[in-house]
């Protein structure tokens, strides 16, 4: 059975368990879903197994806590800490998968914010103005300030996972952190100087370019 | 290992079996176990269809796990004599 056989068949178990049970086991699955750099077929599979076990000892009326102990954390980092990583070639397709979608959205975006200024507010041209060094290096700068608001998000979660949080008070993190980040990027946008070749490209080029990369990913992604 | 060195078993199984020897073992701590002995190549896991129920990941031992077996017992004989000496040595005449 493949990983994504196992979560199709975990998501309908998972609704034969208790209230409680549930609450519990569904913390430690995000929780060691959200370790990213492990192996999914076996992490699936464990997930499987932990489930399985469940809810047989759910049958005979014990409690998950009773099984698993009552430290769900430090019982999921023991899981982790003996789960197989991810084999390198797997990671590098997936840096390079990740990339081809950022720089898919990227030009798309750039492409569509021209069209709709240029059509819906007459601001503009249909051709822009591209400078090669400054866009060599916004990619670099935003490359690694993605990655590092990526990490960000995943700690969080990770943090969040086995404690009661106040909703409002979520809310307000992710407003902030989601204000800021938008912040950092254009900041980069315009801070950047215009430098190095300068090319003047219509703005469909961007939504082409776009699409050809996201296809790409699609193709990288089929062979991770 | 012993266990799985008999039959393949499920994790469950595995627990009640241990339970039934009288090891008092908490049924989660098998997991992170047989993961790491999965790591080590000693044991194998495979989805078969269970009897009664859906399919389970069943583990049976491999070359190298019936080995390790085989020198762990080795090494368990060399030290469970003195051990007990030690422990219980007042109670020998």
């Known amino acids: ?224 | 290992m012993a266990i799985i060195n008999q039959e393949t078993v499920y994790g469950y199984e595995l627990s009640l079996k241990l339970q039934n020897y009288g090891l008092k073992v908490s049924e989660g701590s098998i997991y992170p176990v047989l993961l790491r002995l999965q790591k080590e190549g000693l044991i194998k896991g495979e989805f078969k269809n269970s009897p009664n129920g859906p399919d389970r990941k069943y583990y049976f031992i491999t070359k190298q796990g019936i080995n390790a077996l085989e020198e762990f017992r080795n090494n368990w004989e060399k030290i469970k004599v003195p051990v007990d000496l030690l422990l219980y040595k007042e109670q020998i005449p």
């Open chain 1, 1 to 224: 059975m493949n990983s994504k056989e196992l979560i199709e068949i975990n998501n309908k178990k998972r609704k034969k368990l208790t209230a409680e049970n549930l609450a519990y086991y569904e913390n430690m699955l995000v929780y060691i879903r959200l370790s990213h750099d492990k192996a999914e077929q076996e992490t699936e599979e464990i997930l499987s197994e932990l489930l399985d076990h469940l809810l047989d000892a759910q049958a005979e009326g014990k409690t998950a806590a009773e099984i698993f102990g009552d430290k769900p954390r430090q019982y999921a980092d023991e899981i982790i800490g003996e789960l197989p990583g991810i084999v390198t070639k797997k990671r590098i397709l997936m840096f390079i998968m990740g990339i081809l979608y950022f720089m898919a959205v990227f030009s798309f975006l750039h492409g569509l914010l021209n069209a709709i200024f240029y059509y819906a507010f007459g601001l503009g041209s249909v051709y822009r103005e591209i400078y090669m060094g400054s866009a060599a290096l916004k990619f670099f700068i935003s490359l690694p300030l993605l990655l590092g608001l990526y990490y960000l998000v995943i700690q969080y979660l990770r943090w969040s996972c086995f404690q009661q949080i106040n909703k409002i008070a979520e809310f307000l993190i992710f407003w902030v952190f989601g204000i800021l980040s938008v912040g950092l990027f254009l900041a980069v946008l315009y801070f950047v100087p215009d430098f190095g070749l300068k090319f003047e490209l219509p703005f469909y080029f961007f939504l082409l370019m776009g699409c050809i990369l996201f296809l790409t990913a699609q193709k990288v992604k089929n062979m991770v």
